[in-house]
Each structure stands twice: as structure tokens, then as C-alpha cells.
């Protein structure tokens, strides 16, 4: 992986935020903070990553809150963004394999640490197949994404 993976938290997930790199060394890691347990608001660190990933400046990144589904709402938001929230090995498989997931959101509040590493090795280890009907099913979510952002700039014409 040549670019480096961002990873981000809000304050729930802190702590497994830094057992994740801890436990992984040898992966490129760029941190975007939170670097302490202060409250915080999870859609502010979810921009800072996904707008990254969003323009390629990265390819992937991780998201981490209490249930990685704040992360993962706020995330998607971004074009080109394809987020998704794992609970499971097999799950972080599929999200590469079968959607090109760009961003993991995971739930601090709902995986123990041994489970969160073993479904962020899987996800950075698993390539997207580029299987037709997969490529085929990405490319009309982008469809779907253009088609709605032209509706919205349609409105405030």
C-alpha cells in the first residue's frame, strides 16, 4: 500500500484507535486526531478523512466511534466516498471485494480490540475482485450520486 491510511476517531474510540496502530506497525498510518479523551464531535474528524479520500489525496482510511455508524452516516456524504460500517471479519472482506469500500467505520463500543484488528488487517489485505457485476453496481452508485447532485444544483438554479 503506498499511500498512507488514515485513521480518525471521535473520543469513544481513542484508545482503540491507538491499539489498532499499536498492534499493526507496519502500515503507513497518518493519525487525524483526536489524540486525547475530550469530547468531540464525530462529524468534524469524519470530514477531515473523508474529504481526503473524497479528492484521492489517500485511497482508504478508518473511522472509529462508539458504533461507527455516526462515522459512517457523516462520511458517505462525500462523492466518491463508499463507507461502510463492519461488525465482522467476513463483512470487511465483502466491503472490499464486493463495494471497493474506501473508508472502515468500526464501533468501539461494539467490537473488542482482538476483533477490530483482525477486521482492519482483512480489510486493508483484501483487494476489490473488479468482478463485472461488482464494477457494474459501483458505477451506478456513482450514477446515482451524479444524478442527485445535479438535482440539487437543478433546484437552486
Not at 66 to 79: T, W
Not at 138 to 153: H, P, S, V, Y
Request: glycine fraction near 6%.
Amino acid at each position: 500500500m503506498s499511500s498512507p491510511i488514515l485513521i480518525s476517531s471521535d473520543h469513544a474510540a481513542v484508545e482503540l484507535k491507538g491499539f489498532i496502530q499499536k498492534v499493526l506497525p507496519n502500515y503507513p498510518w497518518l493519525d487525524l486526531g483526536p489524540l486525547d479523551t475530550q469530547r468531540v464531535d464525530y462529524p468534524d474528524y469524519a470530514e477531515k478523512l473523508a474529504s481526503e479520500v473524497s479528492t484521492g489525496k489517500v485511497e482508504r482510511g478508518i473511522l472509529i466511534c462508539g458504533s461507527g455508524i455516526g462515522m459512517c452516516i457523516a462520511a458517505n456524504k462525500f462523492p466518491g466516498i463508499r463507507a461502510a460500517v463492519v461488525e465482522s471479519v467476513e463483512s470487511a472482506k465483502l466491503s472490499r471485494e464486493h463495494n471497493d469500500a474506501n473508508i472502515l467505520c468500526l464501533g468501539a463500543r461494539i467490537l473488542d480490540p482482538e476483533t477490530a484488528v483482525k477486521i482492519v488487517r482483512v480489510w486493508l489485505e483484501t483487494a476489490f475482485t473488479k468482478d463485472l457485476r461488482h464494477v457494474g453496481r459501483i458505477t451506478k452508485i456513482a450514477q446515482l450520486e451524479q444524478k442527485l447532485n445535479d438535482a440539487r444544483k437543478t433546484e437552486k438554479a
